[in-house]
């Protein structure tokens, strides 16, 4: 596919342009579209923002930074180019890594609601200078899967065995 860039009218957040079948198609970025920015970020395009360059969320190009929302300061719009398939891979990835997944449908950003949560509270005793102190942690881990919980309880079983 070759691709040509002009001026489009007022209106269009950005502009993607393909010749097929000898003629010339354009197509302004839409609310949603996986796009590589002119610095090389990964990001859902979010045609409802105030600028051209908001976004729902981004990969920072060089890192594994995640951002929401907002947009990209300094990014100049005509260096825009859609996503190809791996790279778009990466950004889910590192969005399921911050427990956030793109709803295509609604056009947003959501928590990944998994369906098992193991809620605990962990003690640390620590001897400071012949005195024990005590501290605790809540924390929530949560699972996709039974088999990940059962996993877990069956990991923590043998720690208390081996004690």
């Not at 005590?134 to 899967?145: C, G």
């Not at 059962?150 to 081996?162: H, M, R, S």
């Amino acid at each position: 596919m070759k691709q040509i860039k002009f001026d489009l009218p007022k209106g269009f957040n950005g502009y993607l342009t393909t010749i097929e079948n000898d003629k010339v198609v354009v197509k302004g970025f839409e609310d949603g579209d996986i796009l590589v920015s002119s610095f090389g970020s990964i990001f859902i395009f979010n045609g409802n923002g105030g600028y051209k360059t908001s976004l729902h969320a981004a990969l920072l190009h060089g890192t594994d930074k995640m951002i929401y929302g907002g947009s990209l300061n300094g990014d100049i719009i005509d260096g825009y180019r859609p996503a190809s398939e791996p790279e778009k891979q990466r950004l889910f990835e590192a969005m399921r890594r911050d427990g956030k997944r793109w709803n295509e449908e609604k056009k947003c950003v959501e928590d990944i609601e998994y369906p098992y949560a193991v809620k605990c509270t962990v003690t640390v005793y620590k001897s400071e200078y012949g005195g024990v102190t005590q501290k605790q942690f809540d924390h929530t881990v949560s699972y996709k899967t039974k088999e990940d919980v059962e996993k877990l309880t069956g990991e923590i079983c043998n720690i208390f065995k081996a004690g």
